[in-house]
């Protein structure tokens, strides 16, 4: 009988190697080595991965003779998945959905296997982490009820695939990929080998088939998504829900889509019901701001489409250590650092010896150019201890030479401004070209950091 062959695999990043490593050379982690064993490769195993197509021998074709059909989109109830996803569900799509655990990654796609069952689609949800007892009680609470709605509590992708050949399911919903076993790879089930095999079988079956099949992904202590890169590539979305366990609001953003941009982001409120989707994001962020704060600054940010005003907020002490420390939440802390050397050599603020902590409040990160003016104004308004105008906002990017630098999409950005009440805005002068700002919101154009300070803080 011939000796089994074994090889150690990273589960960070699936490197391969004949023997233990006690550091990856590829990922540069530790301890990350697991012995498998190699199976040989199967004809069945070689024929399911040969094709995309349903297995049908295909040829090249020229560029020009490929026809080409504009993806159509299936809406959900969810404005906000749907904005996420670039304007819908596409179908035979494979979109991969990571988050930390208890976030509401189940809830969410419980809600949406209802909604999509009530619109004549047939769906497939399949646990490998609960029980089909559990998934009701859970519909039930979220008021999930559908006759075309499948629990099927599997870990076996041999049995998965053999349902899906047969039911013939518009969408499959698999939750999660780390629990499911791929019953010719023998190793362990969440190893690299099993993830990578799951995650190919499940692509060729939404590619050949047409269902469009949502996967559940665990996440790291890191917060990356657990598995191999790979796993990443070979998708079509991937979709990070955000959160915070003690806040109620959960984020939906978007780091990688082939059908739509990866800048767009979804806000929900989790609720005894479910997940509630809120349309108005900035009234949220700004409910809880006291009228006359010090080291408070809003800022009129773009994420994808969507304006949403978000309260910077700042926070300076003087510096009981040599060095000042610099925090930032939400925010990028080079940016911060680099903000505030520009104010203490353009604006002569003696920054240098005051501890900064930073924040952008609701829980939202915010990291376009744009911020520039705001972060500056609030970081500035802390420093003097006076408090700036609440109905004020600001936007525009700041170079290191202290000016006042043009941002895109400042219609957009003024429009919702004015909308929720605000009666001035600060924005760089160059965008006062070749455009008419509306009567019912004064617009401000500053050209250096100095000139805004002077003008708002003077």
Request: aromatic fraction near 6%.
């Amino acid at each position: 009988m011939a000796k089994e062959k074994t090889q150690f695999v990273c589960q960070e990043c699936g490197y391969q190697a004949p023997r233990f490593l006690g550091r990856c050379p590829n990922c540069g982690k530790w301890n990350t080595f697991v012995e498998e064993v190699i199976a040989p490769a199967t004809t069945s195993a070689k024929a399911s991965t040969s094709s995309l197509v349903g297995g049908a021998v295909t040829k090249p074709e020229k560029l020009s003779a490929v026809s080409m059909e504009k993806e159509p989109r299936i809406k959900t109830q969810m404005g906000e998945l749907n904005r996420v996803l670039g304007g819908g569900v596409v179908p035979g799509s494979l979109v991969l959905i990571g988050g930390d655990p208890g976030i509401g990654k189940s809830t969410l796609l419980l809600q949406v296997s209802g909604q999509l069952s009530q619109a004549d689609g047939k769906v497939l949800y399949v646990s490998g982490e609960e029980s089909a007892n559990q998934i009701k009680m859970r519909a039930n609470r979220l008021g999930v009820a559908s006759d075309n709605l499948y629990l099927y509590p599997e870990t076996d992708m041999s049995r998965i695939r053999a349902n899906i050949n047969e039911m013939k399911p518009d969408y499959v919903v698999i939750d999660s990929v780390q629990t499911m076993s791929e019953p010719e790879i023998t190793s362990a089930i969440g190893s690299v080998s099993q993830i990578r095999q799951v995650t190919a079988e499940l692509m060729r079956i939404a590619k050949s088939q047409g269902v469009t099949i949502f996967v559940v992904g665990h996440v790291t202590k890191g917060g990356a998504i657990a598995g191999p890169k790979v796993l990443e590539h070979m998708v079509d979305t991937v979709l990070y829900f955000e959160g915070d366990l003690h806040h109620t609001y959960r984020i939906l953003r978007a780091v990688k889509n082939r059908f739509g941009s990866t800048n767009e982001l979804g806000i929900f409120e989790m609720q005894a019901s479910g997940l509630k989707e809120v349309k108005n994001p900035s009234e949220i962020f700004l409910e809880e701001r006291l009228k006359d704060a010090t080291g408070s600054a809003i800022v009129v940010s773009m994420e994808g489409t969507r304006p949403i005003l978000v309260e910077i907020q700042a926070l300076l002490t003087p510096s009981v250590f040599g060095n000042a420390q610099r925090t930032a939440s939400g925010l990028d802390r080079n940016r911060v650092s680099l903000i505030m050397a520009v104010l203490e050599k353009r604006a002569n603020l003696m920054l240098q010896n005051q501890d900064a902590y930073l924040k952008a409040a609701g829980g939202v990160k915010l990291d376009e150019p744009a911020i520039d003016l705001a972060l500056a104004i609030s970081i500035a308004s802390s420093y003097r201890d006076k408090g700036t105008n609440p109905n004020e906002c600001y936007v525009g990017e700041i170079g290191l030479t202290g000016e006042v630098r043009r941002v895109n999409r400042v219609e957009d950005r003024v429009k919702e401004a004015s909308k929720l009440g605000f009666k001035r805005i600060y924005i760089p002068k160059n965008n006062l070209k070749d455009w008419t700002p509306p009567t019912d919101i004064e617009v401000v154009g500053v050209a250096t950091l100095g000139e805004a300070l002077h003008k708002i803080l003077a």
